[in-house]
């Protein structure tokens, strides 16, 4: 258990829709990352943030956006969904931001 | 341009070593890192290194060139339970921090 939690653990939606994943990193821990994983495209960074700030942008499409919360907790908004939108999405945290991340279960959304 | 290569499969025997490469080439450099990632499941922290050299940590051991873009993941007396896909990741201080991973090189460990 790496002490990062993420829900839900699995999502089941369709076309056009919008959903939110949530993330609580591990105590302590002021970064948050997102990443998406594909089968076809591997792990893709999409954003990281830094004690409520964005410190890093990836490959994030327009329609996805993220924040941290004071508390830290962050969310991931992604909407009018498309079919290729249908992922794992993990989210990671670490003490400092250039340390060793602690990924969460990941949240599988199914866009159908 | 950005890009991590590594290769796509790999298959060695229980109690043997393998060496897992990762070549790189990224408009910044900020830190290299390698992770273990289990079918279905979430990437787990293998090693980072930002300075050339090697690493060693316990079985594993990670070595960096930065002049040549190259590292390595070494993996000592392999076990079954090393099955499982390794992930390059490079931190491009160039690219507003951003972090780059390879696609993986999944490892076959046969009995």
């Known amino acids: 258990d790496s002490g990062v939690t993420q829900t839900p653990k699995h999502l089941i939606t369709a076309t056009g829709q919008r959903v939110t994943l949530r993330c609580s990193p591990r105590s302590g821990d002021l970064s948050v990352y997102w990443y998406q994983q594909s089968l076809d495209q591997g792990l893709q960074f999409l954003i990281q943030?830094?004690?409520?700030?964005?410190?890093a942008k990836g490959n994030i499409l327009e329609r996805f956006s993220a924040q941290q919360f004071p508390d830290l907790h962050s969310e991931l908004n992604l909407s009018s969904l498309e079919l290729g939108d249908s992922a794992l999405y993990f989210c990671?945290?670490?003490?400092?931001?250039?340390?060793?991340?602690?990924f969460g279960p990941g949240t599988r959304l199914t866009v159908t | 341009g950005q890009n991590i290569d590594q290769p796509t499969e790999m298959t060695a025997t229980e109690g043997a070593i393998v060496q897992i490469n990762c070549t790189y080439q990224?408009?910044?450099?900020?830190?290299l890192f390698w992770y273990q990632q289990h079918a279905g499941e979430a990437p787990t922290f293998l090693s980072y290194n930002v300075l050339d050299g090697l690493e060693e940590k316990g079985r594993f051991s990670s070595f960096l060139s930065r002049s040549k873009g190259y590292s390595y993941l070494l993996l000592k007396e392999l076990q079954m339970k090393d099955s499982a896909s390794y992930l390059c990741?490079?931190?491009?201080?160039?690219?507003?921090?951003?972090?780059?991973f390879g696609k993986g090189t999944r490892l076959h460990i046969l009995p």
């Open positions: 990741a490079v931190r491009d201080e160039g690219r507003d921090d951003k972090i780059i």
């Open positions: 943030y830094y004690n409520g700030e964005e410190r």
């Open positions: 990224t408009s910044g450099f900020n830190g």
């Open positions: 990671a945290s670490s003490s400092q931001g250039r340390d060793e991340q602690y």
